[in-house]
């Protein structure tokens, strides 16, 4: 059995979820895959299931009744792998915007380089991003700017979502409190880590914009982002962090 797992929520990811699954699996590193599915009416759990015959001991899936959020996806997907006690967790999308073979970099950051988060970034080493427009470049990177000036957290890609974590991370934050289900989720889930006096690394990568199926950002969770983030710094001044609490 592997000790890492790479967890990969989808809606209607049918376009692109054999290729990821059969990419994943034929890197150098031995990691595991839960699909965490949130109802896909495209026949997205159908193909995970047909693709079960042929990786049985390594490809899981978790089907969720309707849309939950993606916070949500990766909370349901962590608890699974504290349950089944994998040591290395990964978060990663299903549409290549994220390059399977960079899991393989994060993983020896957190298993040989002792980070307890890696976090595929952006941001690390100037702008690497493929295929976006500049609006989007610009409002990514200056939102990065805005939450390390709030939080004061010093990393460079606050809202990536390309990470792995360390188990005891996850089982030291609190994950039934997390409060935000879009993309303020990992910034979130980055920032508490942090607090909590864990190693958060950066591992530079290249960020390639989708090149089949629909985008699901929206205005509601860069909305829910940007002053999530204020919420949750007044937060951190009521409370205390320390590990195994």
Known sequence: MSDALVIIPTYNEIE??????KKVFSLSANLNVLIVDDGSPDGTAQKVQEL???????????QRKGKLGLGTAYIHGFKYAIAKDYQYVFEMDADFSHNPEDLVRLYRACKEDGADVAIGSRYATGVNVVNWPMKRVLMSYFAG???????????ADPTAGFKCYKIQVLKTIE???IKFIGYAFQIEMKFKAWKYGFKVVEVPIIFTERERGKSKMSFKI??????????MKINSFFRTY???I
């Open 16 to 21: 692109n979820i054999e290729a990821i699954i």
């Open 52 to 62: 079960q015959n042929i990786y049985p001991e390594q490809l899981f899936l978790e």
């Open 145 to 155: 700017k805005y939450v390390r000036f709030i939080t004061g957290m010093p990393v």
């Open 175 to 177: 994950l039934d409190k």
């Open 222 to 231: 860069f909305k829910e982002a940007f002053f999530g983030v204020i919420s």
């Open 242 to 244: 320390q590990k195994g």
